[in-house]
């Protein structure tokens, strides 16, 4: 009985906050993708703006897509981006002045790049960046370059962080994490890469008063088993 109880009350508690309520998930579906050319849509964040509407990014035939929705689940707009090959948003914020942020990776000449997009309240691009490798490490390639997390510093830029490959002397891989600060204006003020151990995994990213926080697990080849950190 409980379990069944807890649902009715999330919904209860989101009325009392004011937050806006979206209709059940079998309608929601065919309102927020459903593509009237049939083309497969997949979704990877979300996140609120200053109004309260929804932002969704993703990705759709090779491009990166937002969808931006009010309280009632209505479409505000909806836009697709091409920047490489199989364009795919893996995070997606509100800025403090209104604006977007949003960042994934796409593929070029056979090796993954970071792409971070800086836009407007209705997704017009205002800039964009490009980055093909962070890497200053002897052995780190440039291949497989995921994006994990996306914060606003308070300077009004942004940090990135996520996960790239490491191809260690044996021929095998570990993994890294990659963090890159870009100001307001998108260039590049900063980039390093960390490991706490052995096949890193970060999980997501939070600004502390300038401070940037990683979350995610490593695993140890020691004791055989995988480690949270912050």
């Not at 689940?73 to 920047?83: G, L």
């Not at 995921?146 to 830029?157: A, F, K, N, S």
């Not at 993994?175 to 096949?199: C, F, H, K, M, P």
């Amino acid at each position: 009985m409980a379990k069944s109880i807890k649902p009715f009350i999330l919904i209860a508690f989101l009325k009392v906050l004011g937050s806006p309520l979206f209709s059940q998930c079998e309608e929601s579906f065919q309102t927020l993708w459903g593509l009237t050319d049939g083309s497969p849509v997949t979704v990877s964040h979300a996140n609120y703006n200053l109004q309260n509407d929804l932002l969704v990014c993703g990705n759709s035939n090779s491009k990166g897509i937002i969808v931006c929705f009010n309280g009632t689940s209505s479409v505000r707009w909806a836009k697709t981006y091409n920047s490489g090959n199989s364009l795919f948003f893996k995070k997606i914020i509100s800025m403090s002045d209104g604006g977007i942020a949003v960042a994934g990776t796409a593929i070029d000449n056979g090796a993954s790049v970071v792409v971070i997009i800086r836009l407007d309240g209705t997704g017009n691009i205002l800039w964009t960046k490009r980055l093909y490798d962070i890497s200053s490490v002897p052995g780190l390639t440039n291949q497989f370059l995921l994006v994990h997390g996306l914060g606003e510093t308070p300077d009004g830029g942004l940090a990135i962080c996520g996960r790239k490959t490491y191809k260690r002397v044996d021929g095998n891989f570990n993994y890294r994490i990659y963090t890159i600060q870009l100001s307001a204006a998108g260039n590049v003020n900063w980039t390093r890469e960390d490991t706490q151990g052995n096949d890193d995994e970060p999980y997501g990213l939070l600004m502390d008063q300038g401070a940037i926080v990683i979350i995610g697990t490593t695993y140890s080849p020691v004791s055989g088993i995988r480690y949270g950190f912050l």
